[in-house]
Nanobody
Framework: QVQLAESGGGLVQPGGSLRLSCAAS????????VGWYRQAPGKQRDLVAT???????NYADSVKARFTISRDNAKNTVYLQMNSLNSEDTADYHC???????????WGQGTQVTVSS
């Protein structure tokens, strides 16, 4: 059974940092493009960042230069380092693993990030 487990969320003050983790079981993330998405209350789910199996990264304009996505294939985990957080970053963060060739697409349950003083 495939599972993606996000962790690392929590309450942080504006300007602070968090590192989210997306750990997989049942699949090898090294074969997948992994993305982080976020959904604030009452809003649609938006793409935050992606990393391909080859390590190419892409970021939403709103998080460029603040967030960094990375992967550790040995740990079967993808990370999202979030710096200079502000209230607009408050959301549930979900990871997604997608392989278009195999037509497989998996989502985690999410981890909540709250930026507040």
């Amino acid at each position: 059974q495939v599972q993606l487990a996000e962790s690392g969320g929590g309450l942080v003050q504006p300007g602070g940092s968090l590192r989210l983790s997306c750990a997989a079981s049942g699949i090898s993330l090294s074969f997948y493009t992994v993305g982080w998405y976020r959904q604030a209350p009452g809003k649609q789910r938006d793409l935050v960042a992606t990393i391909t199996s080859g390590g190419r990264t892409n970021y939403a304009d709103s998080v460029k230069a603040r967030f960094t996505i990375s992967r550790d294939n040995a740990k079967n985990t993808v990370y999202l380092q979030m710096n200079s957080l502000n209230s607009e970053d408050t959301a549930d963060y979900h990871c997604n693993a997608q392989n278009t060739l195999w037509r497989t697409d998996y989502w985690g349950q999410g981890t909540q990030v709250t930026v507040s003083s």
